[in-house]
């Protein structure tokens, strides 16, 4: 099971709309048993959880973020997504997607990150 | 939110010695109905993402070696690197899905 999400950095000026993409390689995504997840960590910083989806596309979002997050996924296509709205400087992190295995209610499988930069 | 506080923010452990890190809950994340702590750890080396070492607080992940084991209950919880190897020089965070949010520990890291 392996996450793919976009490798490099992304520069957004505050205000702008960040969206990730995230695609699903194996079995995972259809079987159940799974949430689908993005988290996030500042530049030398601890983690923070955005929120989940899972694969009938119902999501719970942090509600310190919950009026600019939207999360989705795409079925057939194997990939779920997140918008953030509305950036700031402090939204500067790297952003993983995650699976999240939710009968143990822990993240086991990890893309490689992000990095998002905000800044003027 | 559930706070998630570990001790201590840095340790040095010599080769082959045992190293202990701490964490600590605001409230208890034992779950009365299924009798387990919804708590985990994870270890995560400069420049990857956090690998997933215990959950339950005591299961050890697949594929993770055996001198790693999680303990405790209730809102006190350690993970023990029983014979450190150069290898484990990482950040290690405790993480809790008691309730949503999940929330991690501020993160210790091991040196040699």
């Known amino acids: 099971q392996v996450l793919q999400q976009e490798s490099g950095s992304r520069l957004l000026k505050p205000s702008q709309t960040l969206s990730l993409s995230c695609a699903v390689s194996g079995d995972s995504f259809s079987i159940g048993g799974y949430s689908w997840t993005w988290l996030r960590q500042p530049p030398g910083k601890g983690l923070e959880w955005i929120g989940y989806?899972?694969?009938?596309?119902?999501?719970y979002y942090n509600p310190s973020l919950k009026s600019r997050v939207t999360m989705s996924v795409e079925g057939p296509k194997k990939q779920f997504s997140l918008t953030l709205s509305s950036v700031t400087t402090t939204d500067t992190a790297i952003y993983y997607c995650?699976?999240?295995?939710?009968?143990?209610?822990?993240?086991?499988?990890w893309g490689q990150g992000t990095l998002v930069t905000v800044s003027s | 939110d559930i706070v998630m506080t570990q001790s201590p923010d840095s340790l040095a452990v010599s080769l082959g010695e045992r190293a202990t890190i701490n964490c600590k809950s605001s409230q208890s994340v034992l779950y009365s109905s299924d009798n387990k702590n919804y708590l985990a750890w994870y270890q995560q080396k400069p420049g990857q993402p956090p690998k997933l070492l215990i959950y339950?607080?005591?299961a050890r992940e697949s594929g993770v070696p055996d001198r790693f084991s999680g303990s405790g209950s209730g809102t006190d919880f350690t993970l023990t690197i029983s014979s450190l190897q150069a290898e484990d020089v990482a950040v290690y965070y405790c993480q809790q899905y008691f309730n949503t949010p999940p929330t991690f520990g501020q993160g210790t890291k091991v040196e040699i």
């Open positions: 989806i899972n694969s009938l596309g119902i999501s």
């Open positions: 339950w607080a005591s």
């Open positions: 995650v699976r999240e295995r939710t009968i143990a209610r822990a993240f086991d499988i």
